[in-house]
């Protein structure tokens, strides 16, 4: 019914940037919050950032001032620009949106696929 295709992932070096994109596509009428998720093997999925469809961010504490999230509502899209990466964000990472496909219709989860990123010291 609906997709979440990621994009961006790959391996940089301490110190450098990434950016992840997240495109809906599919049955929308409307997609309200977005968030990007990451886990590394053995650990629990955690919440990096998310936006609400006005835009409002929150971040976790070990990456504000280093991460940006933003989004276009126009492309159902929501983006993590990645800047001064370390190697503890080393992770898959996985977008989340809470969509609503129809007018009569409840909101619903969706993920993404997920994308690698690694960072090398």
């Known amino acids: 019914q609906v997709q979440l295709v990621e994009s961006g992932g790959g391996s940089v070096q301490t110190g450098g940037s990434l950016g992840l994109s997240c495109a809906a596509a599919?049955?929308?009428?409307?997609?309200?919050?977005m968030d990007w998720y990451r886990q590394a093997p053995g650990k629990q999925r955690e919440l990096v950032a998310g936006i609400t469809r006005g835009g409002t961010t929150n971040y976790a504490d070990s990456v504000k001032g280093r991460f940006t999230i933003s989004r276009d509502n126009a492309k159902n899209t929501v983006y993590l620009q990645m800047n001064s990466l370390k190697p503890e964000d080393t992770a898959v990472y996985y977008c989340?949106?809470?969509?609503?496909?129809?007018?009569?219709?409840?909101?619903?989860?969706?993920w993404g696929q997920g994308t690698q990123v690694t960072v090398s010291s």
């Open positions: 989340k949106a809470m969509v609503r496909t129809s007018t009569w219709g409840s909101q619903s989860i969706y």
């Open positions: 599919g049955r929308i009428l409307l997609i309200n919050d």
